[in-house]
T-cell receptor, first 113, second 115 residues
Framework: SQQGEEDPQALSIQEGENATMNCSYK?????LQWYRQNSGRGLVHLIL?????REKHSGRLRVTLDTSKKSSSLLITASRAADTASYFC?????????????FGRGTQLTVWP | DGGITQSPKYLFRKEGQNVTLSCEQN?????MYWYRQDPGQGLRLIYY???????QKGDIAEGYSVSREKKESFPLTVTSAQKNPTAFYLC??????????????FGPGTRLLVL
């Protein structure tokens, strides 16, 4: 499967702490994307990092990409209770059928006030 | 107000019944997608369409059908052949740039329950 796999499956932290989630994938990619899903809602796009980029920032989010290890990490700094959600990585696999993303199973993040 | 909408929010299906989930977008996106999400699971691709009047099967197309007669609309029919349809269904749309899949925009989802 070309699907990404997030690690850990669940993460529980206190407000103010940093949260780190990892994603591993199997094939070469064009880009990797991170999405967030609040319970019972649709997914919201957070950040896209292309295969020729190593790091990207957006507000309190920092994403890294290591194509040699086929892995990515999402860091949320100074977490808040409102960050509680599931986080998914998705890959646009190079050479695969054009027009689809491969999603992982997600990391469930719980931030306690 | 641009976006992607799904209706209904909740849908109940009786045994042997076909039901249709609606998905509409006004983002002028060429590509549209249907995903299924089971509790604690990731997204599994059912069908996708890159252009009007064309669509492709995803990973779990059996028991489902779609049409793409208009750019804005991509309805999904859950047929009686789908034996385990209870799930959360998500529709998405996107564009492409230089052959790469860009951001997908998701609707709020439809929860399908079997009576």
């Amino acid at each position: 499967s070309q699907q990404g796999e997030e690690d850990p499956q669940a993460l529980s932290i206190q407000e103010g702490e940093n949260a780190t989630m990892n994603c591993s994938y199997k094939t070469s990619i064009n880009n990797l994307q991170w999405y967030r899903q609040n319970s019972g809602r649709g997914l919201v796009h957070l950040i896209l990092i292309r295969s020729n980029e190593r790091e990207k920032h957006s507000g309190r989010l920092r994403v890294t990409l290591d194509t040699s290890k086929k892995s990515s990490s999402l860091l949320i700094t100074a977490s808040r209770a409102a960050d509680t959600a599931s986080y998914f990585c998705a890959t646009d696999a190079w050479g695969s059928t054009l027009g689809r993303l491969y999603f992982g199973r997600g990391t469930q993040l719980t931030v306690w006030p | 107000d641009g976006g992607i909408t799904q209706s209904p929010k909740y849908l109940f299906r009786k045994e042997g019944q076909n039901v249709t989930l609606s998905c509409e977008q006004n983002l002028n996106h060429d590509a549209m997608y249907w995903y299924r999400q089971d509790p604690g699971q990731g997204l599994r691709l059912i069908y996708y369409s890159q252009i009007v009047n064309d669509f492709q099967k995803g990973d779990i197309a059996e028991g489902y059908s779609v049409s793409r007669e208009k750019k804005e609309s991509f309805p999904l029919t859950v047929t009686s052949a789908q034996k385990n349809p209870t799930a959360f269904y998500l529709c998405a749309s996107s564009t492409f740039h230089l052959g790469e899949q860009e951001t997908q925009y998701f609707g709020p989802g439809t929860r399908l329950l079997v009576l």
